[in-house]
Nanobody, 116 residues
Framework: QVQVVESGGGLVQPGGSLRLSCTVS????????MGWYRQAPGKQRESVAA???????SYADSVKGRFTISRDNAKNTVYLEMNSLKPEDTADYFC??????????WGQGTQVTVSS
């Protein structure tokens, strides 16, 4: 019953921006820390950004200063604003609970391609 739906990916040029959205249903969203993850072709999945139930954020060094994670508990949605995109940001992006024991199965994610 609990599920997440990611959206907002696309093709952008280097230096461009995208805003990803993740809507969660079937649970009490506001109590969970949330995270964005990505998996590039031929690479392992990695954590990109995380946000606690109270709004405190953390980021991978590779995206710090360029990406911003936020949440709207009234909409059961977590966002990832991506600015100054680089080709190495190309990946499938996924949303999930930032709690290992309660993570959902990985879904389809949303594709981000940064290329000129």
């Amino acid at each position: 019953q609990v599920q997440v739906v990611e959206s907002g990916g696309g093709l952008v040029q280097p230096g461009g921006s995208l805003r990803l959205s993740c809507t969660v249903s079937g649970t009490i969203f506001s109590i969970y820390p949330m995270g964005w993850y990505r998996q590039a072709p031929g690479k392992q999945r990695e954590s990109v950004a995380a946000i606690t139930s109270s709004g405190r954020t953390s980021y991978a060094d590779s995206v710090k200063g360029r990406f911003t994670i936020s949440r709207d508990n009234a909409k059961n949605t977590v966002y990832l604003e991506m600015n100054s995109l680089k080709p190495e940001d190309t990946a499938d992006y996924f949303c999930n609970f930032n709690v290992i024991n309660d993570r959902l199965p990985w879904g389809q994610g949303t594709q981000v391609t940064v290329s000129s």
